[in-house]
């Protein structure tokens, strides 16, 4: 009786289940229950984004979000079509299209940095994460717009002209990764990469209704990526959920000996940060709420009240699931990131080196060799955010090692470190949390609000991870995106607390200028077998039948 009942649990007969596969809302897991439902095959899903660009990043809505489509886009997807069938998947990636910010280094695409300069320049080789990415079977789809050399907020270039965002085609898409954040939020590819040197990852996540996460410095490797300041360039996930932000986190952390900072990675990454996708994860957190930059942000713009509204209506939905959610205080904060001359002296002191030694390593066939080279071009965006902040980097000749001005920067950015932490460690903080941006993004061609447009400089300052949910829009349909900031490898946490706050409240809405275009939605059927501890319970059960069996038949 044993046998058969075991046998017979083990034989259960699989259940086959109905599905409605919808581009529109598919995850990384969605996918891949088509994929081994025989449902869809990359080669499918890729053109499926294909049309999408092609109906609405040039014409339709016109979002202007990418640069360069990859031609072999559908051969490389047919090739790991075969390789799933053959040999499995490389991992939860393996398949999934993905769109590149415009300054990683792709070894078969030009890498531009949005710039007229680097037109058609194709790299020696892959940036660290650019092959990570391929080696997890991802598919480079193609690479998006950014603001030039990634130096401001708008997302214009030279080259990839202005990007829109697509829940208000008069208005920014944040930056300077706004490429990646209107194509993912318009959904072109299943997920996308960015880069966040002040606050480039977390304004496009903000203003187009995504998740981006900025890691710890030293999480991701910047290797073969377009600097801006290394002391404060990471590169990171924009997604459309916090569960494909972490499957895309998981290939794109780990060291990197041609980026020395990775080695403070190791022994700190988790098995997969999927592991802290739990419903629940609110229960018990202690959050603290930087109320003086829900009020205002770092540039003293006064918060818009519909945004101050969804940030507080997301505190008391965090304190509902269980959160202890309370007010704290960062000590001298408006000195370290705002009134201190020697705050954001990095850029000015540094990043021309880090750009020069960055030329370098394209090699000898880099069409222009220097920033001074560069700005004689006569390519460069004319404006005071492109050529002005270069032309005053440029004029640097001190290196920063040598450079007092960029010593008192590093100062002051480990001063603020210090102060963080001791307030995260008297508070016992598993996370602080503020709007990223307390204003409504801009209408396009209009000036800046004065001083700094948000939040991110807390992050940006202290390299430590920072973390974008949406929270809601405004009646005016623009989306409001809170961010969570933690201590140096918290990453986890982040993604926990962020997890359980999106499933609670499901804020995400699609942008109405890209509707589904035809195909994109389809009904499947799929097998499931029975779960571990099911089988196992039968098992379970089955002995004590077992030992009932042997007992009553020993009395007779």
Request: net charge negative; no cysteine; aromatic share 8%.
């Amino acid at each position: 009786m044993l046998t058969t009942t075991i046998v017979s649990s083990l034989l259960l007969p699989t259940a086959v289940l109905a599905a409605n596969f919808k581009l529109e809302t598919a995850t990384i897991a969605d996918i891949n229950q088509a994929f081994d439902a025989g449902a869809l095959t990359s080669v499918q899903l890729t053109q499926l984004y294909l049309n999408r660009i092609n109906a609405y990043d040039k014409q339709g809505p016109n979002l202007n979000s990418i640069i360069t489509i990859n031609p072999q886009a559908l051969e490389t997807a047919a090739a790991l079509d075969k390789e799933r069938q053959t040999s499995g998947k490389r991992s939860p990636l393996h398949g999934i299209p993905v769109i590149l910010k415009d300054n990683y280094d792709t070894f078969d695409l030009p890498t531009t940095a949005g710039s007229l300069t680097l037109e058609n320049s194709i790299p020696p080789d892959d940036a660290f994460l650019s092959k990570k990415l391929r080696d997890a079977g991802a598919i480079i789809l193609g690479k998006a717009n950014l603001h030039e050399f990634s130096l401001d907020f708008t997302t214009i270039s030279s080259l990839g002209g202005q990007t829109r965002n697509p829940y208000a085609l008069d208005r920014i898409p944040g930056g300077s990764s706004g490429g990646t954040g209107a194509s993912i939020a318009a959904n072109f590819a299943t997920i996308g990469t960015g880069t966040d040197t002040a606050i480039s990852i977390r304004g496009p996540a903000s203003v187009n209704n995504l998740v981006g996460i900025r890691p710890t410095v030293g999480l991701t490797s910047r290797d073969g990526i377009v600097p801006l300041l290394l002391t404060q360039d990471t590169g990171g996930p924009i997604a459309r959920n916090v569960t494909d932000a972490a499957y895309l986190l998981d290939v794109l952390a780990g060291y990197d000996p041609n980026d020395p900072a990775t080695a403070k990675s190791i022994g700190k990454i988790p098995e997969s940060y999927t592991d802290s996708l739990d419903k629940d994860g609110l229960k018990g957190k202690r959050i603290g709420v930087i109320r003086e930059l829900v009020e205002a942000d770092i540039g003293k713009n006064v918060t818009d009240p519909e945004i101050k509204a969804l940030v507080n209506a997301a505190i008391e939905d965090m304190r509902k699931k269980g959160a202890e959610v309370f007010d704290v205080e960062i000590p001298n904060l408006d000195y370290f990131v705002r009134t201190n001359p020697y705050a954001d002296l990095g850029f000015q002191y540094r990043s021309k080196f880090d750009i020069n030694d960055y030329l370098a390593s394209r090699g000898p066939d880099i069409p222009y060799k220097t920033l001074t080279e560069i700005l004689n071009s006569g390519k460069i965006l004319p404006i005071p955010s492109v050529e002005g902040y270069l032309s005053l980097y440029d004029e640097t000749t001190v290196p920063p090692e040598q450079s007092p001005e960029y010593q008192l920067y590093l100062k002051n950015k480990e001063e603020l470190t210090t102060t963080v932490k001791s307030v995260i460690q008297s508070q016992n903080l598993d996370a602080f949390l503020y709007p990223s941006i307390v204003l409504k993004p801009s209408l396009i061609g209009a000036p800046y609000p004065e001083g700094y447009p948000g939040n991110a400089l807390l992050s940006s300052f202290t390299g430590f991870p920072a973390l974008v949910v949406p929270a809601g829009f405004t009646s005016d349909n623009l989306p409001v995106g809170i961010e969570l900031l933690g201590s140096a490898f918290a990453e986890s946490t982040l993604i926990n607390i962020a997890y359980s706050y999106e499933q609670a409240t499901n804020h995400r809405r699609l942008p109405a200028t890209t509707p589904p275009l035809f195909g994109e939605e389809f009904e499947y059927k799929y097998k499931t077998v029975p779960e571990p501890d099911y089988i196992l319970g039968t098992i379970a059960f089955a002995s004590l039948g077992v030992g009932y069996e042997f007992k009553r038949k020993k009395k007779r």
